[in-house]
């Protein structure tokens, strides 16, 4: 199954944006400021912007590459090898 693509006012947002809406939207809920429709909603848009967080996460790591001394002696670079 293919995933859904994110509402473009959420895929425009740099990652910090993202994480900073998501912070405030859980502290609303664990407040219970607001009706159940209104959580319900928050709740929706706070999970897509969890996704959106972990997309730009991974994306971030895909362009990591650290830094290894070769053979020769010369330093060179090579992917992020995750554990």
């Known amino acids: 199954m293919a995933e859904e693509?994110?509402?473009p006012d959420i895929a425009k947002l740099s990652f910090e944006e993202a994480l900073a809406e998501l912070e405030k939207i859980v502290r609303?809920?664990?407040?219970g400021r607001g009706?159940?429709?209104d959580s319900i909603?928050?709740?929706e848009r706070g999970a897509l912007?969890?996704?959106h967080c972990e997309q730009k996460l991974r994306e971030a790591q895909a362009k990591v590459e650290k830094i290894v001394i070769g053979p020769d002696g010369k330093p060179a670079t090579e992917p992020f090898a995750r554990n």
């Open 41 to 43: 909603r928050a709740y």
């Open 49 to 51: 912007l969890k996704r």
């Open 35 to 37: 009706k159940l429709e």
């Open 28 to 31: 609303a809920l664990e407040e």
């Open 5 to 7: 693509a994110l509402p």
